[in-house]
């Protein structure tokens, strides 16, 4: 049985600013405030498992009986299709440095070198949503977004690989488009849908 959300705070189980900033927004118009694992001191958990669904598992459970709270986690990525999928749930792997801070211009310099020889230039981002509660009851949603990677990257706005990725019917990528136009399209926006179809209480 699906068990709706009735909270009207959770923990954010995410260290990314960048994703904490969506979800929140996403969660605020069902005015579910919003409790990160930053201000809690969560730890971090390994992020072992090969599906975006297994890793954002961990991590809500984690946050949930660490936290002993209702806890949503996301777990995300970008996916081309001439690497067949990668770098996929290593999508922020390909990012670390070795000082363990991130270099996102060298990540998608890299998924550009390797995909370049190719013609098809087809992508997409992936995000799984979990919600986890105390006592291990989990529902968890995905959603996808397709497009083409373009190169060179532009545009200031979003985060991560956003400057390389261009959604199916658009002209600007997710870093250059208005921040509510990728939060109307996103593969976190499609996640969040049917999070709130299954959980969300109508009001
Ligand atoms: O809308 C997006 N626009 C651009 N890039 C994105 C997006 N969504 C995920 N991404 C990238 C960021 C990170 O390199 C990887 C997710 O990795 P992922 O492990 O899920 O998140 P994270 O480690 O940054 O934070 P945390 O695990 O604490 O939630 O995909
Ligand atoms: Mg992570």
């Known amino acids: 049985m699906t068990r709706a959300l009735t909270e009207k705070r959770l923990v954010l189980a995410t260290h990314n600013a960048g994703k904490a ?9 069902h005015a579910i405030e919003v409790i990160t694992a930053g201000s809690l001191g969560l730890p971090v958990p390994e992020e072992t498992e090969n599906t975006f669904v297994g890793n954002a598992t961990i991590k809500a459970l984690a946050a949930a009986r660490a936290s002993n709270t209702v806890s949503l986690a996301d777990d995300s990525g970008f996916s ?11 999508t922020a792997d390909w990012a670390e440095q ?21 013609p098809d230039r087809k992508a997409w981002f992936s995000c799984a949503l979990v919600l986890a509660w105390p006592d291990g009851h989990v529902e968890s949603f995905l959603g ?8 060179p990257a532009r545009g200031e706005k979003g985060f991560g690989y956003d400057p390389m990725f261009v959604p199916d019917g658009e002209t600007q990528s997710f870093a250059e488009m208005d921040p509510a136009r990728k939060h109307a399209i996103s593969h976190r926006a499609a996640a969040f849908r049917l999070l709130s179809e299954a959980c969300l209480p109508r009001r």
Request: aromatic share 8%.
């Open 21 to 29: 900033r969506e979800v929140a927004a996403l969660l605020a118009e």
């Open 144 to 151: 996808e977004s397709h497009g083409v990677w373009v190169w």
């Open 80 to 90: 081309v299709a001439a690497l067949d999928g990668a770098p996929g749930v290593y």
């Open 98 to 118: 070795p000082d363990g801070t991130r270099d996102y211009a060298a990540a998608m310099a890299k998924v550009e070198r390797l995909a370049r020889h190719s």
